[in-house]
């Protein structure tokens, strides 16, 4: 019966192993070693340096510094995303209360959710530019708001106070749409005679929000943190175009910091690979953690 | 393109069934909320196609301002002069390359990691899913080098083979899992009616797995067509073959210099108007090509 299927294992499993273990596996192991070298240049020797890097790396005020920006993002945009998006997807999908029916969703909620997500096919980099704009101190959308009312409006991105929570604010607008469909679509799966009966008991709607439909999305929710948690760790490309990290190191991230060391200002590849290690590292507890910390007993409803 | 419109056709019905039964009473605290996100979510993007017909005195004078007429020049300089159509077409060939690349190579080792028992198959497994672990800036050095002595930097095949790569572990963890619901019956009797392994493969369990190939597909293609951080490192050198990201980055620092806003939002509005007209046409597919990874 079998015979002959080692030609198609070989055929379909090779080239892609191939691909993979030389653009991708070996740079992953490479960069574990090069991250224990002084490595400096393109053409200047790698010696080793055992952990060196790593502790300069921890003396190293500029990195603290990105990793206390990453800190704040990780606390903060998971949870607002979150709470957002349970919040908007509870609206659309059961917000039109009353009916015979007695759960629905709004009216328009087809329009809400095509709207919704639009920043979720749109390339970070156009998010960036746009609301670089939108910040910009003289001729954005902001400011121009705030003159007509008579208020001088600060320079935003150009402001060491407040630059790096408008990077913030920019990492929410973009992540809540999708968490509003993906919400959407496990609430959608809820059977709605449970609903029917919660409501003859007369429960609020904040009551049913928390006692049943988040308890019941848990898997869900669990997913979203994970993922929003990693992206917390990362916001490279919206620090880099918007604000460059500026001012002064204000809205600096760890990406960033690690991009600029090895390809921008600098060529030092053995210290910025120690920085690429303690990422992995970070990502990878926080992931675990994560999931740790979120672990409940599966609901199944049959 | 076809198959996604067959599929989007008869999709929208079934799905607003229960909407439509009862609208309930409207509630004006929940819409006015509802109503505000999609706002703020709107109204950046608007401003930016708004702006984009506007000249630089009108741009700098009154940011609130509608253009006094349809300035359809300034997204011929943009496109002409900022070079945005040459950056078009560039990723237009990188993705098209990478996607047809990410697809053949996906679908094939998912599929011997769905179907066929072998030595060390768990192994094999492991080690490319376990790709999805690492973040992308821990390779960047590394990676780079391996480039250039294969001689790819600076090259569109480079481009094209990396980000195949680096999107092969979520595309084989995806189709292995969607491989494995396709019924095992329909495999034996081609099996036993002589059919060879590869032709079962191309004629049989490739047609059987479209919708798993039409989700994966929309959601390599956004992450491609949307990729920044890759380019930026691999693509460094030779401005004309920039994809279309790294030059809106570019657009948005020299615009600075130069002080040619109304540049600037027109190649912004050329950047964003198809992706988001082929999103409206294709929402439903969209929207679950993208969440269907998480809800896995």
């Known amino acids: 019966m079998r015979h002959g299927k080692y030609p198609l294992i070989v055929a379909f499993l090779v080239p892609p192993l191939l691909l993979y273990g030389v653009f991708v596996l070996s740079p992953y192991v490479q960069a574990f070693q090069i991250s224990t070298t002084d490595w400096g240049g393109y053409t200047a020797d790698a010696n080793y340096v055992g952990f060196d890097n790593f502790t300069r790396l921890f003396r190293d005020d500029y990195v603290w510094n990105a990793i206390q920006n990453n800190a704040i993002l990780l606390a903060v945009v998971p949870l607002v995303t979150i709470a957002l998006g349970l919040f908007f997807a509870t609206m659309l999908n059961m917000g039109g209360r009353g009916g015979k029916a007695g759960v629905t969703g709004v009216r328009g909620t087809a329009a809400y959710r095509l709207v919704y997500f639009f920043p979720q096919v749109l390339s970070v980099v156009i998010i960036a530019v746009v609301w670089r704009e939108v910040y910009h101190p003289n001729n954005g959308l902001l400011n121009g708001l705030l003159k007509p009312l008579g208020i001088d409006g600060p320079t935003w991105l150009g402001d060491p106070r407040y630059a790096f929570w408008c990077v913030l604010a920019v990492m929410v607008w973009s992540n809540v749409g999708f968490y509003v469909v993906l919400f959407g679509a496990a609430m959608q799966a809820i059977p709605r005679d449970i609903y029917e009966a919660v409501l003859l008991d007369g429960a609020s709607r904040f009551v049913t929000l928390v006692r049943i439909t988040i308890p019941l999305l848990w898997d869900t929710v669990q997913v979203a943190w994970i993922y929003l948690a990693i992206a917390a760790l990362d916001g490279f490309i919206l620090v880099q175009l918007m604000t460059d990290g500026g001012p002064n190191h204000s809205s600096d991230v760890i990406g960033l910091r690690m991009y600029n060391t090895a390809f921008a200002s600098d060529t030092r590849f053995g210290y910025a690979s120690a920085i690429g290690v303690v990422m992995f590292f970070l990502t990878l507890s926080v992931a675990v953690l994560a999931l740790r910390a979120s672990k409940r007993d599966r609901i199944e409803y049959s | ?296």
């Open chain 2, 1 to 296: 393109m076809t198959a996604l419109q067959e599929r989007a056709a008869p999709a929208p019905p079934a799905a607003e069934k229960p909407l439509r039964r009862e609208w309930g009473v409207a509630n004006v605290f929940s819409h006015g909320f509802l109503a505000l996100w999609a706002l703020l979510t709107t109204f950046p993007l608007l401003w930016v196609l708004i702006s984009s017909f506007k000249n630089d005195t009108e741009i700098l004078s009154d940011p609130w301002g509608l253009p006094g007429a349809l300035r359809f020049d300034n997204w011929a300089r943009a496109w002409t002069e900022a070079h945005i159509g040459q950056y078009f077409f560039n990723s237009a060939v990188v993705v098209t390359g990478s996607l047809t690349l990410t697809m053949l190579f996906g679908a094939t080792a998912a599929y011997v990691f769905a179907r066929y028992e072998f030595r060390f198959r768990q192994v094999f497994y492991y080690l490319f899913v376990g790709g999805m672990m690492f973040p992308v800036f821990l390779a960047l050095v590394p990676l780079f080098f391996v480039v250039r002595n294969a001689g790819l930097l600076n090259t569109w095949p480079g481009l094209m083979i990396v980000y195949a790569g680096y999107s092969l572990p979520f595309t084989v963890f995806f189709l292995t899992a969607f491989f494995r619901t396709l019924p095992e019956s329909v495999a034996e009797a081609a099996l036993l009616d002589g059919c060879g392994h590869f032709r079962l493969f191309f004629r049989v369990m490739l047609p059987m797995a479209r919708p798993g190939l039409i989700s994966i597909g929309i959601f390599n293609f956004l992450s491609h067509w949307n990729q920044f951080i890759l380019p930026q490192v691999l693509m460094q050198g030779d401005e004309s073959k920039q994809v279309l990201a790294q030059g809106l980055a570019t657009l948005a620092v020299s615009q600075g210099y130069e002080g040619d806003y109304s540049g600037l939002f027109a190649g912004l509005t050329i950047a964003m108007l198809p992706v988001l007209a082929v999103y409206i046409l294709f929402q439903r597919q969209i929207q679950s090509g993208l969440t269907a990874g998480q809800l896995k």
